[in-house]
């Protein structure tokens, strides 16, 4: 168990690091390819370390907003930033292991399948942007 983490701490960090992943997959969708997609980020979950690992692949799944993309963007790229600074207070060690793993999940889902579209490009961007350090 992950010291220092609450229930709602990991919970956080769950639903940043699988919602960016929906968000990629979900930018240029098909059905073979969100297969291929999920089998891709578990991969980069699985790799991770630490309280990171710990977090991502224990409990249950985050819910996400089902109505739109819209919704779950107004999710999950707050709750990306929300996940840094919980790791930054509680984990410093491994901020960089969860900017790593989502970045990873996020590039390894685009790539999945035919490669990565412009649209999941700037998603990945825009991802990143909302795990980068504030000013």
Excluded: Q, W, Y
Aim: proline fraction near 6%; aromatic fraction near 2%; charged fraction near 25%.
């Amino acid at each position: 168990m992950a010291e220092g983490l609450t229930d709602e701490d990991r919970l956080t960090l769950k639903t940043a690091a699988f919602g960016a992943v929906f968000l990629v997959s979900n930018v240029d969708p098909g059905m073979v390819a969100v297969l291929k997609e999920s089998l891709a980020a578990s991969g980069a979950f699985a790799g991770a370390s630490g309280v990171v690992k710990e977090a991502l692949t224990t409990g249950p799944l985050p819910r996400l907003p089902r109505d739109s993309i819209l919704e779950v963007e107004a999710t999950v790229l707050p709750a990306l930033g929300r996940a840094v600074r919980i790791l930054r207070e509680k984990a410093p060690e491994d901020v960089a292991v969860f900017r790593e793993v989502v970045l990873a999940a996020a590039d390894r889902v685009a790539r999945a399948h035919a490669g990565v579209a412009p649209e999941e490009a700037a998603m990945i961007e825009r991802i990143r942007a909302a795990l980068a350090e504030p000013a």
